[in-house]
């Protein structure tokens, strides 16, 4: 819908009352500035029965004002929200050239109103905004002098909802447009009755890529590095805000035949004896002192500083005490070992 100077112009009479139109259903009124006229004895004296007729379907209607609801939601006439109360509004900015004619035509469940601002003369205008703050400052009013709750737009028997990929226009595909990587692209919009789209969207596709590389995962990639994404298939000549988010054209680089098998670091040190193995610990076998030698014979009488009198294989190691006299200690403390464990 556009909204601006048009050839001839139109006042802001008959831009009210299209507007009016759509609020109502599709069903234009003629408009009129008095219903009736009395007299001083309240005797009616002129009477002015409004007139009209229907010039685009109910659905037709329904889909202007959710389309002129997201004006306001979330477009150029947010400002005309209400401050204090809440309510739907549905509207359209519009301007000519040079910005000599600024205007906001919108309408709520119960008022419709359209304020134009300019110059008689065309002069271009600075404050772009301040027909919409006009707008929303009396439409606010009305509703809250006459204490209007708020109500949704009538939706007619005539209009069906349908989840639509925004990407695609048409059917969302549940795991693939809800989980797009660029953000969901899911949006639930109304069509006329027998105008849903049947066709699913297929410009979205789930890939296994390679975290490592963010490309298409190859067969050397490892498990761990695999991650299922879903993108967008699409043509582009320049980068768009899409261009992030398209599907990966080549395949993993990082990973191939040459880094598939290379080995992993032991988590042991290297072994020092011939046969790779680590040597066992066992504890000190005592046979006695069949094994001692006497005393030792590899003890070499302990001049060697293996022991005293013999360290050798001695069941027992013999010490010399302060007065001569040899006695056996059979629990020396460095190799004792208790097998009655």
């Given at each position: 819908m556009a909204l601006g100077g048009i050839t001839d112009g139109v006042s802001n009479l008959e831009l009210t009352a299209a507007f009016a139109a759509i609020a109502n259903s599709g069903y234009y009124t003629k408009?009129?500035?008095?219903?009736?006229?009395l007299d001083h004895d309240n005797k009616v004296l002129l009477k002015n029965k409004p007139t009209g007729r229907q010039v685009m379907k109910e659905s037709t209607s329904f889909l202007l004002t959710s389309a002129m609801e997201d004006v306001v939601k979330?477009?150029?006439?947010?400002?005309?929200?209400?401050n204090e109360?809440?309510?739907?509004?549905?509207?359209?900015?519009?301007?000519?050239?040079?910005?000599?004619?600024?205007?906001?035509?919108?309408?709520?469940?119960?008022?419709?109103?359209?304020?134009?601002?300019?110059?008689?003369?065309?002069?271009?205008?600075?404050?772009?905004?301040?027909?919409?703050?006009?707008?929303?400052?009396?439409m606010q009013r009305i509703h809250e002098e006459y204490k209007l709750e708020s109500k949704p737009f009538t939706k007619p028997d005539s209009i069906v909802a349908a989840d639509i990929c925004t990407k695609s226009g048409k059917l969302a595909v549940d795991g693939l447009c809800d989980k797009y990587i660029g953000g969901s692209t899911v949006k639930t919009e109304y069509f006329a009755r027998g105008t849903v789209p049947t066709e699913k969207c297929d410009i979205h596709v789930k890939v296994t890529i390679c975290k490592d590389s963010k490309?298409?995962?190859?067969?050397?990639?490892?498990?761990?590095?695999l991650e299922e994404k879903v993108y967008l298939i699409k043509e582009e000549k320049s980068?768009?805000?899409d261009t992030p988010y398209i599907l990966p054209?080549?395949?993993?680089?990082?990973?191939?035949?040459?880094?598939?098998?290379?080995?992993?670091?032991?988590?042991?040190?290297?072994?020092?004896?011939?046969?790779?193995?680590?040597?066992?610990?066992?504890?000190?076998?005592?046979?006695?002192?069949?094994n001692g030698n006497n005393n030792g014979s590899n003890?070499?009488?302990?001049?060697?500083?293996?022991?005293?009198?013999?360290?050798?294989?001695?069941?027992?190691?013999?010490t010399i005490t302060g007065d001569g006299t040899e006695t056996n200690d059979e629990t020396d403390i460095e190799f004792y070992y208790d097998y009655s464990q």
């Open positions: 408009p009129s500035f008095y219903t009736k006229i979330k477009g150029t006439g947010s400002s005309v929200n209400f109360i809440s309510m739907p509004i549905a509207g359209k900015t519009g301007t000519t050239s040079d910005d000599n004619d600024l205007w906001f035509a919108g309408y709520t469940p119960y008022y419709t109103a359209a304020i134009w601002s300019g110059y008689d003369n065309n002069k271009t205008q600075t404050n772009k905004s301040y027909q919409k703050i006009i707008w929303r400052d009396v490309q298409l995962a190859g067969e050397y990639c490892p498990e761990s590095s980068p768009t805000k054209t080549k395949t993993c680089t990082k990973h191939n035949s040459k880094t598939k098998n290379t080995p992993t670091n032991t988590p042991f040190p290297p072994s020092n004896n011939n046969t790779g193995d680590i040597a066992p610990t066992t504890p000190p076998y005592d046979n006695g002192a069949n003890g070499n009488n302990g001049n060697n500083g293996n022991g005293n009198n013999g360290s050798g294989n001695n069941g027992g190691t013999d």
